[in-house]
């Protein structure tokens, strides 16, 4: 089980506030799949700062980013003009219209995991209340995390996530976001940041022990010790996996009550559920 207070003094309490909803809703919830979410979220906005894709480039920045879409002379013709260049190079793809609609620049990159295109924008639509299609610029007022916590499910980040905390993860997440592996470098730096200060809190809890008494007050102990693992186990739901079984013994132990409360020689014998942290 992930201690979100960790994070409280790194982001800010915008993003601090949405975190929980999006983590528990997209099943962000283990230390590896929320440092990778958060790396990735905090390359792409800049440290969380930025909610819109920047498309202001000269010359010679269009032909570093945009090498395939840009020669000399083109690059000349566009520079330092954000609606033509997103409209360029975003025309008759990504469910967008031609140059001329300005699809391009409509739909331009937005929110933390700058969610890009007509079709994502049309499909984002159908999880929110508001027309998004027609009201592009929510996505970066209202919704700069939970989109790109929807962004990161409906592309199946999470599975990625699960495999480890190499450079290979890191590099197969940002192909799926960036469309290739630009700040490479500084995702995985920013990865490591998160994932080493959730990792720590995470092994914060090492033992979880449940005693139940039974009806002769003998005890029957269950100790459950939840034991440091590397990233690439299976071992990584644990701390969800405890939980559900603590919950479920609550359960058990108030049906036992039920039962009991209605025989008076039984009630001082039955059964009570002590959890220790």
């Known amino acids: 089980m992930i201690d979100y207070s960790c994070l409280r003094k790194r982001l800010s309490k915008s993003v601090f506030d949405e975190i929980l909803d999006c983590a528990q809703r997209y099943q962000i919830n283990t230390p590896l799949r929320l440092a990778h979410f958060l790396a990735q979220c905090a390359h792409e906005s800049g440290g969380f700062k930025r909610v819109e894709e920047n498309l202001n480039y000269s010359a010679d920045g269009l032909l570093k980013v945009f090498k395939r879409h840009f020669n000399p002379v083109t690059a000349a013709l566009y520079a330092n003009a954000p609606e033509s260049i997103a409209s360029y190079v975003y025309a008759s793809r990504m469910g967008n219209g031609t140059e001329a609609s300005m699809d391009g620049w409509k739909y331009r990159g937005r929110g933390y995991i700058q969610l890009t295109g007509k079709n994502n924008y049309q499909r984002f639509d159908m999880v929110v209340p ?35 905390s190499s450079e290979n993860e890191v590099a197969a997440i940002t192909k799926k976001i960036n469309g290739g592996f630009n700040g490479l470098q500084e995702r995985q730096v920013l990865f490591d940041k998160f994932y080493g200060l959730l990792v720590k809190e995470d092994k914060k809890m090492s033992t979880v022990t449940i005693e139940l008494k039974d009806r002769t007050d003998g005890k029957i102990g269950i ?29 058990s132990t108030r049906e036992v009550e039920e039962e009991v409360a209605d025989d008076p020689l039984l009630v001082e014998s039955k059964p009570k559920l002590v959890m220790v942290k």
Not at 230 to 247: P, Y
């Open 223 to 251: 100790e459950i010790k939840v034991m440091d693992f590397d990233e690439k186990s299976n071992a990584i739901g644990l701390g969800q996996t405890i939980e559900t079984f603590v919950q479920r013994m609550v359960e």
């Open 130 to 164: 508001e027309n998004i299609v027609e009201n592009p610029d929510l996505i970066a007022t209202k919704y700069p995390l939970f989109s790109a916590a929807w962004f990161w499910d409906l592309s199946r980040l999470n599975e990625i996530a699960d495999h480890g």
